[in-house]
């Protein structure tokens, strides 16, 4: 039984009687049972992955091992925290747009076993950059990443561990490629699962750098716009290198 449910029928023991607290505490001990259910079905599905995938390692070298992700930022970056004197009720930031504050591109880094960021960063030179009508990595987004990041910087086997975002699971991507073993990470698992750096460690990491920069532009009131597509192709390939 839930335990505010719980602490509720220790006060007031004769409520269980009522039918609608009994529906309502059947409908929340069946919530909870789904959920214990499905951690435990990503808890088997994580174990089996990586038991199945540390044997595929052994046929590489740590270069050969590749993990892309994509990550998703907003056109404006804000600070989630700030100093501001004890016992003031609101604290206001400063922003261009409040819009760019909640619209977004998106980035999709990749990189290898041993921590190195493998090809370019797919938004050229440092950087390939495709144009879409909003921030959802689609399939031809992803083949063209195949074409342009992937494929060119591949000089001998592979093996290329992807989120199962529907765009990602995709088996075009290995299409026609020699000595490339593609495998997709079920989905729910990334908690349990430590093959996948970008999501864990890398991608919260490198957004901080260009807050830092939208936070300096803003501190500073420096007459530049960081919003222009063009300052966020010259600032990614800065952040990525």
């Given at each position: 039984?839930?335990y505010?449910?719980?602490?509720?029928?220790?006060?007031n023991?004769?409520d269980?009687?009522?039918?609608?607290?009994?529906?309502?505490?059947?409908?929340?001990?069946?919530?909870t049972?789904?959920?214990?259910?499905e951690t435990?079905?990503?808890?088997?599905?994580?174990?089996?992955?990586v038991?199945?995938?540390?044997?595929?390692?052994e046929n590489?070298n740590?270069?050969?091992?590749?993990?892309?992700s994509?990550?998703?930022?907003?056109?404006?970056l804000?600070g989630n925290?700030?100093?501001t004197h004890?016992?003031?009720?609101?604290?206001?930031f400063s922003?261009?747009?409040?819009?760019?504050?909640?619209?977004s591109?998106t980035i999709?880094?990749?990189?290898?076993l041993?921590?190195?960021?493998?090809?370019?960063?797919?938004?050229?030179?440092?950087?390939?950059?495709?144009?879409?009508?909003?921030?959802k990595?689609t399939?031809s987004?992803?083949t063209?990443?195949?074409?342009?990041?992937?494929?060119?910087?591949?000089?001998?086997?592979?093996?290329l561990?992807?989120d199962s975002?529907?765009?990602?699971?995709?088996?075009?991507?290995?299409k026609?490629?020699?000595?490339?073993?593609y495998r997709?990470?079920?989905?729910?698992?990334t908690?349990?699962?430590q093959l996948?750096?970008l999501?864990?460690?890398?991608?919260r990491?490198?957004k901080?750098?260009?807050r830092r920069?939208?936070d300096?532009?803003?501190?500073?009131?420096i007459d530049?716009?960081?919003v222009?597509?063009?300052?966020?192709?010259t600032?990614?390939?800065?952040?990525?290198?």
């Amino acid at each position: 039984m839930p335990y505010f449910i719980e602490r509720h029928l220790l006060y007031n023991p004769d409520d269980i009687q009522y039918p609608a607290l009994q529906k309502h505490t059947k409908y929340l001990m069946n919530i909870t049972n789904t959920s214990k259910v499905e951690t435990k079905s990503s808890n088997q599905s994580a174990n089996t992955f990586v038991l199945e995938t540390d044997k595929s390692i052994e046929n590489y070298n740590s270069t050969e091992v590749l993990n892309t992700s994509k990550a998703s930022i907003n056109l404006e970056l804000v600070g989630n925290r700030t100093l501001t004197h004890m016992g003031e009720q609101s604290t206001w930031f400063s922003v261009r747009s409040t819009s760019n504050t909640t619209h977004s591109y998106t980035i999709q880094s990749t990189k290898a076993l041993n921590g190195t960021v493998f090809g370019p960063l797919y938004l050229s030179k440092t950087i390939v950059l495709a144009c879409s009508k909003n921030d959802k990595l689609t399939h031809s987004l992803v083949t063209y990443w195949r074409g342009h990041c992937l494929v060119p910087n591949l000089s001998s086997k592979a093996l290329l561990l992807v989120d199962s975002f529907p765009s990602h699971a995709n088996p075009e991507v290995d299409k026609d490629l020699k000595n490339f073993e593609y495998r997709v990470i079920p989905p729910k698992t990334t908690s349990f699962i430590q093959l996948q750096p970008l999501d864990i460690y890398y991608n919260r990491q490198y957004k901080m750098i260009p807050r830092r920069v939208y936070d300096h532009v803003r501190v500073g009131e420096i007459d530049i716009n960081l919003v222009e597509r063009n300052n966020i192709i010259t600032l990614q390939p800065l952040v990525h290198s």
